[in-house]
């Protein structure tokens, strides 16, 4: 009689837990960084979800990967003859801000951007 109280408790949980974790997933905060975005229609930015993005620009691209802690970004290009960069980034009203922070200066503001016209 206890097993088998024991059993239908295991399965109740059991379910209850895939359950909770299946809306967790389902319902998750997206990242607003992942995206297109551009300053100007022709220097463009591009994040994905795995941590890596590019700087395009008309004649060239240049990949990068970077990491989010917090409110702060590390972006690492590829192309060592382009500096690595540091930024707080910031939404408002649908734009991206990246200030940049330690040896990184400036102040972008990024409004999104078609991905159909990005180079890929």
């Known amino acids: 009689m206890k097993k088998k109280k ?3 408790l295991f ?3 059991l379910f209850l837990i895939i359950f909770i974790v299946s809306v967790l997933i389902i319902f998750r905060p997206k990242n607003p960084l992942i995206g297109t975005w551009t300053t100007d229609g022709v220097t463009i930015y591009r994040f994905d979800k795995k941590g890596k993005g590019a700087l395009i620009v ?3 691209k240049y990949t990068f990967n970077y990491k989010m802690n917090d409110d702060e970004i590390h972006i690492d290009f590829k192309n060592k003859k382009l500096h690595d960069s540091d930024y707080k980034v910031s939404f408002k009203k649908g734009k991206l801000i990246l200030k940049g922070i330690n040896k990184t200066t400036g102040t972008y503001t ?11």
Do not use: T
């Open 6 to 8: 024991f059993n239908k």
């Open 11 to 13: 399965w109740i949980l």
């Open 58 to 60: 008309p004649l060239s």
């Open 110 to 120: 990024f409004k999104k951007h078609e991905a159909k016209n990005a180079k890929k």
